[in-house]
């Protein structure tokens, strides 16, 4: 089953434009990964957030966890028409947690 | 620094045939190892994952076997492949231990007439 659900499914903006995803899971867990896929390509791990913290930077990208809600976003500032991709959330639970469950996605194209 | 090998990128398959694909890292020792699917438009589906030579966890029930023959190279299989079977594959490592970032190949894309 899977257990992070991004929302919105697609997201459509103008380059320069901030892009926010949001993430949703339903079990306690120990980190949660955000990763971008271009078409037709592996995943590209972009961050990862551990369930102690709150909120975590790396260059354009800003990603917050709120335990409490169930809830993570991942932002991207600036956005060029190279971020054009599709963008995972990713938990991981339970003993060990190098399992992952991968969310659907969200479609994200920046129109130059 | 670490990198992961894949192929065939793209495959055509009967129905009935049977599947060999492969993937190998370099770079690292001993990482934990990953089969996925994904089919159109969904998120990833977890089928295998490997914490060691000759272990195998299998998560969903199919057609479909994987193999550590030795400590960086993971091997999905099939005896005889199904219309279902059809998707894109993909294989990654992680360091062992937990909460560790996965590392992806670039996929194979099965096909199956």
């Known amino acids: 089953s899977q257990q992070g659900e991004e929302d919105p499914q697609a997201l459509s903006i103008q380059e320069g434009e901030n892009a926010t995803m949001n993430c949703s899971y339903k079990?306690?867990?120990?980190?949660l990964q955000w990763y971008r896929q271009n078409s037709g390509r592996g995943l590209v791990h972009l961050i990862l957030?551990?369930?102690?913290?709150r909120e975590k930077h790396s260059g354009r990208l800003r990603v917050t966890l709120d335990t409490s809600k169930k809830s993570s976003s991942l932002l991207i500032t600036a956005s060029r028409a190279a971020d054009t991709a599709s963008y995972f959330c990713?938990?991981?639970?339970?003993?060990?947690?190098?399992?992952?469950?991968f969310g659907k996605g969200t479609k994200l194209s920046v129109i130059p | 620094s670490q990198t992961i090998h894949q192929w065939p990128a793209t495959l055509v398959q009967p129905v009935g045939s049977p599947l060999s694909l492969e993937c190998t890292v370099e770079g690292t020792s001993n990482p934990n190892l990953y089969w996925y699917r994904q089919a159109a438009g969904r998120g990833l589906q977890l089928l295998f994952y490997?914490?060691?030579?000759?272990?195998i966890s299998s998560e969903v029930p199919q057609n479909l076997s994987a193999s550590r023959p030795q400590d960086r190279q993971f091997i999905l299989s099939s005896k005889k492949l199904l219309l279902s079977d059809s998707g894109f594959y993909l294989c990654a490592w992680s360091a062992q231990g937990g909460g560790q970032p996965q590392h992806f190949g670039d996929g194979t894309r099965l096909s199956i007439l």
């Open positions: 990713a938990t991981g639970s339970g003993a060990g947690s190098y399992q992952l469950t």
């Open positions: 079990t306690s867990i120990n980190n």
């Open positions: 957030i551990r369930s102690n913290e």
């Open positions: 490997s914490v060691g030579i000759g272990q």
